[in-house]
């Protein structure tokens, strides 16, 4: 394999990896992350955000609070590099607990988009420079009562540093 298709593949590789950091980062509440998934001066479309990654992560952490926790799904994932550019397709589907309030029951809000992003290598690191979420659909779903219950012995996910990725190598719940 020549040495241009191995570089090819290894920036793939990296695209793909900030991809899922992003994700991660989302579902953590770990706004480090992802801020560290995009370049300083890039600018991201998410519908109701439009602009610099600041800005996007205050967005981002001002409605996350709303949801008991989230959890996105990246399926395809096409990256097609040219140089040090990238423009990368991912299909997602995003899903978003709501818990009860008032008269509106616990609910799943899930909606399906696309990531379409360009990257640029940087100082030797892939990141985004652009973003534009694409909307495919959504929709909202009541949870039946008692749908939703796990017994004791079930280790539960955490939408923040508490959760059991973050437990040290060696130390997960047996």
């Not at 992350?33 to 600041?54: F, Q």
Request: hydrophobic residues 35%; glycine residues 10%; contains cysteine.
């Amino acid at each position: 394999m020549d040495d241009r298709r191995v570089a090819e593949l290894l920036a793939k590789q990296d695209i793909r990896d900030v991809m899922y950091r992003y994700c991660r980062g989302v579902d953590r509440r770990d706004y480090d992350l992802i801020r560290s998934c995009y370049h300083p001066d890039a600018v991201d479309n998410h519908g109701e955000y439009v602009g610099g990654v600041d800005g996007f992560i205050a967005h981002v952490e001002a409605n996350l609070g709303r949801f008991e926790r989230t959890m996105h799904f990246l399926g395809n994932i096409l990256v097609e590099v040219d140089g040090s550019r990238a423009r990368s397709e991912s299909y997602a589907i995003a899903f978003h607990r709501l818990p009860e309030r008032g008269e509106k029951p616990e609910r799943d809000y899930v909606v399906g988009l696309r990531y379409v992003d360009d990257f640029e290598a940087r100082d030797g690191a892939w990141r985004i420079a652009n973003r534009v979420c694409v909307f495919e659909w959504s929709r909202m779903d009541p949870v039946p009562a008692g749908s939703n219950r796990f017994g004791p012995t079930f280790v539960m996910g955490s939408p923040d540093g508490d959760d059991v990725v973050f437990a040290p190598r060696g130390a997960l719940p047996r």
